[in-house]
């Protein structure tokens, strides 16, 4: 089946600097990518569609300056949390579309100090 | 528009029973529906989809769900419950091609299995 990787799946980071994950779909091509965040034990929330070679959509109230898409080819897509602060820490998850289906990475646990 | 209720944030059953998990939809076009299972500190792994098909789908781990579409629901079963199958199970839809195959998700029913 389809794989996407995340790199790195664990980040600690210290407040003020910026951190950047990577979204790889391994087998397929994906022009649409999303990324979400999850707080524990609660669903996920959509912050952005990143299409290739386009810039990102941005859900409502997710800062599109603070939280840097690019999608620069049909197998990576890359979220920059810019100026981290301990509130952005979370577990940030991307997905890659091949058709109709979305298919998940593992996650990226982020803490902020 | 595009929306999901999970009915029940958390199951209980004991090894060896049945298990159910139910999904609600609604959407303005015909659906696309999923149910993906999470274990802890991962991403989510895809059980099955429902994509205008037979409206009964087979999954991965033994799990299957049915598409009813007068009730408008997408219930999850398994008929008999392991240990490995406790997890955080999500259903979503999404509206296809419509507005770049974003997906819903539901709030999820977290699923523990009793020895």
């Known amino acids: 089946g389809a794989v996407v990787s995340q790199h790195p799946s664990w980040v600690i980071c210290k407040s003020g600097t910026s951190v950047k994950i990577e979204c790889r779909s391994l087998d397929f091509q994906a022009t649409t990518m999303f990324w979400y965040r999850q707080f524990p034990k609660q669903s996920l929330m959509l912050m952005a569609t990143?299409?290739?070679?386009?810039?990102?959509?941005?859900e409502q109230g997710v800062e599109k300056d603070k939280f840097l898409i690019n999608h620069a080819s049909l197998t990576l897509s890359t979220l920059t949390v810019t100026s981290a602060h301990p509130e952005d820490s979370s577990f940030y998850i991307c997905s890659a579309r091949e058709r109709e289906t979305q298919y998940f990475g593992p996650g990226t646990r982020l803490l902020v100090l | 528009a595009q929306s999901v209720t999970q009915l029940g944030s958390h199951v209980s059953v004991s090894e060896g029973a049945l298990v159910l998990l139910r999904c609600n939809y609604s959407s303005s076009v015909p659906p696309y529906l999923f149910w993906y299972v999470q274990y802890p500190n991962q991403g989510l792994q895809l059980l099955l989809k429902y994509t205008s098909a037979a409206t009964l789908v087979k999954g991965i781990n033994g799990f299957e769900a049915e598409f009813k579409k007068s009730e408008t629901s997408f219930h999850l079963t398994k008929p008999s419950a392991h240990m490995s199958d406790a997890a955080e199970y999500f259903c979503?839809?999404?509206?296809?091609?419509?507005?770049?195959?974003?997906?819903?998700f539901g709030d999820g029913t977290t699923l523990t299995v009793k020895p």
């Open positions: 990143s299409n290739e070679g386009s810039k990102a959509t941005y």
């Open positions: 979503a839809v999404s509206e296809g091609d419509t507005n770049a195959g974003k997906s819903t």
